[in-house]
């Protein structure tokens, strides 16, 4: 892909490494979110009464809900994509 | 330039879907269970769509409203 640079003075490869640079931050800042957000839900679905530790009850109330806010995301994700189809079909 | 605009438009959709999923966890599961149920599945899907539908309509009526009111 060594067409001539369009955007100044970057080469073919140096804009390929660029957008691949951009495509992780996304990834990355993406995924943080999606962190931070199973964090807040699973501690106020899990912990009650916050203790000197957590139990193993509350540790596999964790795990269930990162499983099922998973499961909810992916749902999400194919429900989003369907109505934008269908709107986008009118 | 078409291809970072791309990648916006991917991220503003994980966006979407982030938000989504944070309203209608709330809305639709009370206790983490061990498996997604068709009940849930079925309150996620409904309300992925009804809060869409909700602003749609919001946007409607706002926008008929600030033309009664004649702006702010």
């Not at chain 1, 640079?21 to 916050?50: G, Y």
């Not at chain 1, 139990?55 to 989003?80: F, G, H, P, T």
């Amino acid at each position: 892909m060594d067409s001539p640079p369009s955007t100044g003075r970057l080469t073919g490869a140096q804009r390929e490494e660029l957008i691949e640079q951009v495509k992780q931050q996304v990834a990355i800042a993406t995924a943080q979110e999606l962190l931070t957000k199973i964090s807040e839900k699973c501690f106020k679905k899990c912990i009650a009464k916050p203790s000197s530790s957590l139990d193993s009850s509350e540790q596999k109330c964790i795990a269930m809900c990162m499983d099922r806010y998973m499961d909810s995301w992916n749902l999400v994700s194919k429900a989003y994509s369907s109505r934008i189809q269908k709107e986008s079909m009118r | 330039q078409r291809i970072l605009m791309r990648e916006q438009q991917r991220a503003q959709f994980q966006q979407q879907i982030n938000k989504f999923n944070d309203i209608c966890w709330e809305t639709c599961i009370d206790k983490p269970t061990s498996k997604m149920d068709n009940k849930t599945e079925t309150c996620i899907v409904n309300c992925v769509n009804r809060f869409i539908d909700l602003n749609l309509l919001c946007a409607q009526r706002f926008a008929q409203i600030l033309q009664q009111n004649g702006g702010f």
